[in-house]
C-alpha cells in the first residue's frame, strides 16, 4: 500500500524529469516552431500546448522513438493545425467580409433596379410581358404558362426568348447588379 509519503517522492521525480526535458528542448523547439509559423508568440504558445498535453498524459504516451523525435513531431503537427486553423478563420472572414459588401451593394442598387426593370417590362408587349413575369415572379414552368394562356409552348418560349432580348438590351448598364442579385437568392 502507498502512502501520502511514498506518492510525494513519485510526484517530485516525475515534476525533476518533467521540467528537466521541459529545460532542454524549449528553445530548440520555440527555434522549429518559429521557422514553420513565423511567429514568436505563436511558436511559444505551440511549444507550451505540446507540454502541457504531454505533462497532462501523465507519461501515458507510448512513445516509440525519442522524447527528442517524439517532441518535434507533436510540435510540428500542432504548428501545422495551427496554420490550417488560422487559414480557415481568414477564409472565413473574407467570405464574411465579401458577403457583407454584396448585401450592402444589393441593397443600394436594388430599388433603382427594379425601377429600371419595370420600366423595361412595361416597355414590352402584354403577351411577352406576361409570360416573363408568369415565369420569373410566379414560378410557373413553361408548359404550366402555356396552358393557363391558352397558348402552345412554343409561342411561350417565343415570348419568354423575346422578353429576354429586350430585359437584354435596356438593362444592360444593369447586367452585372442583376447577375448579383439572382446568384444571391438563388
Do not use: C
Not at 19 to 31: A, M, S, W
Not at 91 to 120: C, G, I, V
Amino acid at each position: 500500500m502507498l502512502t501520502k509519503m511514498n506518492k510525494q517522492p513519485m510526484l517530485l521525480e516525475k515534476e525533476k524529469k518533467f521540467e528537466e526535458v521541459f529545460r532542454t528542448h524549449f528553445q530548440e523547439l520555440h527555434r522549429y516552431a518559429f521557422k514553420i509559423l513565423g511567429d514568436s508568440d505563436a511558436a511559444q504558445e505551440t511549444v507550451q500546448q505540446v507540454f502541457l498535453k504531454l505533462w497532462e498524459k501523465d507519461g501515458q504516451y507510448d512513445i516509440h522513438t525519442s522524447i527528442r523525435a517524439y517532441l518535434y513531431r507533436a510540435v510540428y503537427n500542432e504548428s501545422i493545425n495551427l496554420l490550417k486553423r488560422e487559414q480557415h478563420k481568414a477564409r472565413y472572414q473574407a467570405h464574411q467580409q465579401y458577403t457583407n459588401r454584396d448585401e450592402s451593394f444589393l441593397h443600394q442598387n436594388d430599388h433603382e433596379l427594379k425601377q429600371q426593370l419595370y420600366a423595361a417590362l412595361s416597355k414590352l408587349p402584354e403577351k411577352s410581358r406576361m409570360v416573363f413575369e408568369m415565369s420569373r415572379f410566379q414560378e410557373l414552368k413553361y408548359q404550366e404558362i402555356a396552358d393557363a394562356l391558352s397558348l402552345s409552348l412554343k409561342t411561350v418560349e417565343g415570348h419568354m426568348t423575346k422578353a429576354l432580348k429586350h430585359l437584354r438590351v435596356h438593362l444592360a448598364d444593369y447586367l452585372n447588379i442583376v447577375t448579383l442579385i439572382i446568384m444571391t437568392r438563388l
